[in-house]
């Protein structure tokens, strides 16, 4: 697996975290399995060359990814499989998606969507010009300039966007009364703007984040015990952390597979 990030034009940094082309050649007699835990992280993705299929774990069987994909805030654990895959992906900031397409992330549902049902003419024109270029930064380059259109026509930044960076800083753990204070908001109008704008309550969202934290944490740095883990990432003690494991990924911590885990595709992006 290869993935290669590109630097973000100036004019979208508050928009997007990253542009990157993924590529994958397991050849013909090796499958990949990607499993891709709940996440708070937004994206659009271009799959211009693939054989993966997807399915939630939940669910009996496995189908095709579609071509051109918004992956919102996912709830649940998905696994991906198959040989081979060329994609171009943006991943955008807490709210970048929201302010540039003016969606409100709640129409997704923590689901994966056809982006081409999903999205104006504009965007089915830009997949056909992506399909039809053959040089991977060519691709980077429509997409970068489809998404600076969108800037000039795109929703303020509020208040809302610094409650979220104060939650990034803190590890998720700031409590909700003291997010909508700080957004001058209240706790039912700060759920509102959540659900709108990133997909999920305050209360979700900080535990996604703090799941996350911990879980590239290990990642990064197997040695570390998950009592260490769980005390850099503000969980109360051990047994917190494996509650909320347990009630995010269906897993306990030391049932997660590091080898599995340091395969998925956007474990450190």
Not at 96 to 114: S, W
Request: proline share 5%; aromatic share 10%; hydrophobic share 40%.
């Amino acid at each position: 697996m290869n993935i290669k990030s590109y630097p973000v034009h100036p004019a979208l940094r508050e928009f997007v975290e990253t542009i990157f082309q993924v590529t994958i050649d397991a050849g013909q007699d090796e499958e990949i399995l990607q499993t891709s835990f709940p996440t708070y992280e937004c994206f659009i993705g271009f799959e211009y060359d693939t054989d993966f299929l997807v399915k939630n774990i939940n669910t009996p069987g496995f189908i095709p990814i579609h071509k051109a994909t918004i992956i919102p805030p996912q709830l649940g654990t998905t696994l991906l499989k198959g040989r081979s895959m060329k994609a171009v992906m943006v991943k955008f900031k807490h709210d970048g998606f929201f302010r540039l397409f003016k969606i409100p992330l709640t129409a997704f549902n923590n689901e994966c969507h056809d982006a081409l049902t999903v999205l104006d003419k504009s965007f089915s024109s830009l997949h056909e010009r992506i399909l039809n270029s053959g040089d991977a930064e060519k691709k980077v380059d429509l997409l970068e300039a489809f998404l600076l259109k969108k800037v000039a026509d795109s929703k303020l930044s509020m208040p809302i966007h610094q409650v979220v960076e104060k939650l990034f800083a803190n590890n998720g753990n700031v409590p909700v009364k003291e997010l909508a204070d700080d957004a001058c908001m209240g706790i039912r109008q700060l759920q509102r703007r959540f659900l709108e704008q990133f997909g999920l309550p305050p209360k979700h969202y900080s535990r996604l984040i703090r799941f996350n934290k911990a879980h590239r944490m290990k990642i990064l740095a197997p040695d570390l015990t998950w009592g260490e883990i769980s005390i850099r990432c503000g969980y109360f003690d051990q047994m917190h952390l494996i509650h909320d494991f347990k009630s995010i990924a269906a897993l306990n911590p030391c049932q997660l597979d590091t080898k599995v885990s340091q395969s998925h595709l956007f474990s450190f992006l």
